[in-house]
């Protein structure tokens, strides 16, 4: 598969956006070079703001401007504004309301050689408790400019997800995304797996390998998780009856959690998770470590393979 | 009206039976001559683009700014008397969605000095006039996020931004020296680029130079150390940590407000 970066794609399409509006307004926490507004900052120097590490801060600065009629895009790696910053995310943006967008890099475990100081995989369950939040994870670059431009123009809190490698490219050029809408990515009738960011490229990977044993594997990416597209879970869970929910994530307060909320209210079918479990990583290369931590599209066929025996 | 404010202050606790009277009571000089004086403001018009804006980080003193802005014509004098009651409008702590007026949420020390830059560089992108005013506590002081705004403020060189410490030198459960000592205190904002200032937070007079004066300084931000008594203004409650987090029993009221007449 080709492979693009959804840092830089999040870079272009901000300035993109920039042309187009000028109350949008980008906060950066001395990283610009690596979430990529740095591009905004070059064409738009006067709507950028570099906060130096004062990431708590810089969350406040975003409320007060967001509260005086910006679109404001706060950016950093996502340790330091979720984890970091989960109070002021909490009283200053999310209880509130305000038109903030958090839109992060380096999520999950493929940050890699930097360790578990900077692995965020705790992420999702907080942002995901956070009434008033929506949740993107983009699969691909091609997806995160679309996601991009929906926080731009939906009023509200926003967080997006996005990775440090590259990521394969999973749509094609001319795609459009829908908020709160998944997508099957590939259809299939013996089971569905539901993955997000760079573990929908694996689950197609999966199907591939599962589809020469005779498995015919439904694909959905989830790229919404919050407000969830309850309506596909249920239809995937009718269809196959039988799921399994890959992510780059802790077990808990994920995809995995969510989806099966939906699950075992509206269609109970047997289902299996592939995620982190409840630890953290070590340092090593994205991809060691995805073998390492059981991310692979091998780890999705095998949880495919004991959930279609439990059917 | 300072005194009047003091009076909704006392009735507004004890009649929702919690709440924060101390740190009110404190403020009340501070912000009756804010609202009254100083602000540029609307009450008719609460969203008005061009009013200054006057953020409390310290939330917990809700009541006296909720008293400020009802004598303002905010929203009814009676709605007073429904502070922290279920489908009230005037929330424990200040609450940006539900009250005319509250320019922003507040309760979780600390925050309101960033929100308060926010403002103030939306000023500037748009070429508005407006000041923005915040009152932080002497507490709030020890969190951390109070000082990486005070080094922002610095930085952006934000000149339309007045900073105002309620130096009450008590806090939850007792002196702030004791528990956090922050001094040198003014000579911290200095430091850290700051135009500041020491007055008495009782005096009228003091407290509107300073405001006025901050308008003539180019360059930095201002912050006016208010020196205030917590409690000021009912005898049993001045310097009394007690009265920080607890409301006055109906008796104490009675008592309190006969002081206040």
Redesign the interface.
């Known amino acids: 598969m080709a492979e693009a970066s959804t840092r830089e794609t999040y870079g272009k399409t901000l300035v993109e956006l920039g042309r187009q509006n000028k109350d949008i307004v980008v906060l950066d926490a001395d990283l610009s070079p690596s979430t990529m507004t740095s591009i905004f900052a070059r064409e738009f120097p006067d709507r950028f703001f570099n906060c130096g590490l004062t990431e708590q801060n810089m969350v406040g600065v975003a409320a007060g401007l967001a509260a005086s009629g910006k679109t404001v895009f706060v950016s950093t790696f996502v340790v330091f504004v979720v984890c970091r910053c989960f109070d002021q995310l909490r009283l200053c943006i999310s209880q509130p309301e305000l038109n903030v967008k958090i839109v992060a890099t380096h999520g999950g475990i493929t940050v890699g050689e930097d360790g578990s100081s900077h692995h965020a995989i705790e992420d999702l369950a907080l942002t995901c408790a956070l009434p008033s939040f929506t949740v993107v994870v983009p699969a691909d670059a091609i997806e995160t400019a679309e996601a991009v431009k929906a926080a731009a123009s939906n009023y509200g809190p926003f967080y997006i997800r996005l990775s440090r490698p590259k990521t394969p490219i999973v749509y094609p050029e001319g795609y459009h995304f829908t908020l709160g809408k998944a997508v099957t990515v590939r259809q299939g009738k013996d089971a569905t797996v539901i993955a997000i960011g760079i573990m929908v490229a694996k689950a197609l990977e999966a199907a591939d390998v599962l589809a020469r044993e005779g498995i015919d594997c439904r694909v959905i990416n989830m790229p919404t998780l919050k407000p969830l597209d309850e309506a596909a879970i249920v239809k995937a869970a009718s269809e196959t009856g039988a799921i399994v929910v890959a992510e780059e994530h802790l077990a808990q307060g994920g995809l995995g959690s969510r989806v099966a909320q939906v699950v075992t209210r509206r269609k109970p079918v047997p289902m299996e998770f592939v995620n982190l479990g409840d630890r953290y990583a070590v340092s090593g290369k994205a991809e060691e470590l995805l073998q390492r931590y059981g991310l692979t599209a091998g780890d999705i066929a095998e949880s495919v393979k004991s959930v279609v025996k439990r059917k | 009206m300072a005194k009047k404010l003091r009076r909704h202050v006392i009735a507004m606790t004890a009649t929702a039976g919690s709440g924060h009277p101390g740190g009110s009571l404190s403020a009340a000089d501070i912000i009756t001559a804010l609202y009254f004086k100083v602000l540029r403001h609307d009450p008719e018009n609460p969203q008005w683009p061009e009013r200054d804006r006057f953020i409390l980080s310290k939330g917990h003193a809700a009541p006296i700014l909720y008293a400020a802005l009802a004598e303002a014509g905010y929203f009814p004098v009676a709605e007073l008397a429904t502070l922290r009651k279920l489908d009230s409008r005037l929330q424990g702590h200040t ?3 539900f009250t005319p007026g509250v ?6 020390l600390g ?13 500037r ?2 070429s508005k006039t407006y000041r923005t005013y915040v009152l932080l506590s002497d507490g709030e002081c020890e969190e ?2 109070t000082w ?2 005070a ?2 403020a610095a ?2 060189k934000l000149d339309n931004l007045t900073a105002i410490v309620d130096y009450n030198g008590m806090q939850l459960s007792g002196w702030v020296r004791d528990i956090m000592n922050l001094e040198p205190f003014t000579r911290k904002w200095q430091a850290f680029g700051w135009h500041s200032l020491d007055i008495d937070g009782h005096d009228f007079k003091q407290i509107l130079s300073a405001c006025q004066g901050a308008e003539k300084i180019k360059g930095k931000p201002t912050v006016i150390v208010a020196r205030t008594i917590k409690g000021r203004g009912v005898s049993f409650m001045e310097n009394n940590v007690v009265f920080h987090g607890k409301a006055p029993t109906w008796e104490e009221a009675e008592r309190a407000l006969k002081e206040l007449e």
């Open positions: 609450d940006k969605k320019e922003m949420s507040a309760g979780s925050m309101g000095l960033s929100f308060a830059i926010g403002v103030a560089l939306a000023a992108l748009d951390g996020q990486e705004a080094l922002s930085h952006f």
